[in-house]
């Protein structure tokens, strides 16, 4: 009978605590939470982790240090947002919008943000390690010493993003958008390479890559390349249909 009573006031305390109002700090894990509308506001260090965020509406709020580890936000809007140094580690976040958001060191690692936009995005240091980020919207982000080692990257659009010194050790960046980028200092040790799109871009200064996989990337006679590396016949690549 004790244990079921305490068992009562635990679920009770818990219940009690996801009713408690939106502010900075609060204290919201485990919580389901789906629909919010909380654009335009203070939330910084708000713990949302193991909660439920869906079709919500964080836009240009100020959410620095939030914890939404395990918390599934797909389908939520963070545009403009301030991230930074927030934790989405093990996050579920299909077709999430962060454009334009802060993202400056927040932490990604093993979350799954396929089809998500990360346009015009300022995440420098930002750590994706090991995430899903398959089809999704990188343009105009600064990603300069991001990680995104063994990260899931095919058929990411980088589009004028700044990516010097970016790690894509040993992640996946077939039919990845890579054309007309400085690639200075990023590391491809080990990436999958297929048809990973680099007309036009910088690698001479990039670490790691070798004669296989620039064979199996899609070049152009612009293409820059690490001395002792050279153009494959194959280059430029024939279009291919999505």
Do not use: H
């Not at 871009?201 to 990039?206: Q, T």
């Amino acid at each position: 009978m004790g244990g079921l009573i305490l068992l009562v006031l635990c679920t009770g305390s818990a219940a009690a605590k996801c009713q408690d109002a939106p502010g900075p700090g609060a204290d919201w894990s485990g919580c389901s939470k789906a629909r919010l509308v909380l654009a335009g506001e203070d939330l910084t260090g708000t713990i949302f982790r193991r909660s439920l965020l869906t079709l919500s509406d964080f836009a240009a709020s100020k959410m620095a240090g939030a914890n939404l580890s395990e918390t599934e936000v797909s389908r939520t809007r963070f545009e403009g947002a301030d991230l930074s140094r927030a934790d989405f580690t093990k996050a579920l976040g299909w077709r999430a919008n962060f454009g334009q958001a802060n993202l400056t060191g927040a932490m990604f690692v093993l979350s799954d943000m396929n089809r998500s936009n990360f346009a015009q995005v300022r995440a420098a240091g930002a750590n994706f390690n090991k995430a899903e980020l398959n089809r999704s919207d990188f343009s105009g982000a600064d990603l300069t010493g991001a990680n995104l080692s063994k990260a899931e990257l095919a058929r990411v659009l980088f589009q004028s993003a700044k990516v010097t010194g970016v790690d894509f050790s040993y992640s996946n960046v077939s039919r990845a958008g890579l054309s007309g980028l400085d690639l200075q200092g990023a590391n491809f040790t080990g990436t999958y390479m297929f048809l990973a799109q680099v007309g036009g871009s910088d690698l001479s200064r990039a670490v790691g890559l070798t004669q296989a996989q620039i064979d199996i990337a899609c070049g152009t006679a612009q293409t820059k390349l690490p001395e002792g590396l050279s153009q494959p016949k194959s280059w430029p690549c024939k279009e291919e249909e999505d």
